[in-house]
Nanobody, 127 residues
Framework: QVQLVESGGGLVQGGDSLTLSCAAS????????MGWFRHAPGKERQFIGS????????LYTDSLKCRVTISRATAENTVYLQMNALKPEDTAVYYC????????????????????WGQGTQVTVSS
């Protein structure tokens, strides 16, 4: 099983940019499609976006796609989430996850479609 470790979270000012990292263990990282979700207090876990194993395909939730970019560095077993123009409502715990097969957009947006999760990294955006 792949182990995922998120990092890069912290306290930032509104309007700032932030890049989160997710380091994956194991030698099969290149065979997995990766996803990012976030969980804010009192809300359901929200899909942010996904990236295919090759990096050629990305999928973002409509409400965030103008402010986020997901990329991956296969040689480093790492996937990144860059967020721009951060707002207080972006405050949440951010999680990365993976699945073995790229699917429809509808499926990729569903939390239960993924295999395993990291422990998350807290992002707090002050106004």
């Amino acid at each position: 099983q792949v182990q995922l470790v998120e990092s890069g979270g912290g306290l930032v000012q509104g309007g700032d940019s932030l890049t989160l990292s997710c380091a994956a263990s194991g030698r099969v990282f290149s065979t997995y499609d990766m996803g990012w979700f976030r969980h804010a207090p009192g809300k359901e876990r929200q899909f942010i976006g996904s990236i295919s194993r090759s990096g050629a395909k990305t999928l973002y939730t409509d409400s965030l796609k103008c402010r986020v970019t997901i990329s991956r560095a296969t040689a480093e077993n790492t996937v990144y989430l860059q967020m721009n123009a951060l707002k207080p409502e972006d405050t949440a715990v951010y999680y990365c996850t993976y699945r073995r097969i790229w699917s429809t957009a509808q499926t990729m947006r569903v939390m239960d479609a993924y295999d395993s999760w990291g422990q998350g990294t807290q992002v707090t955006v002050s106004s």
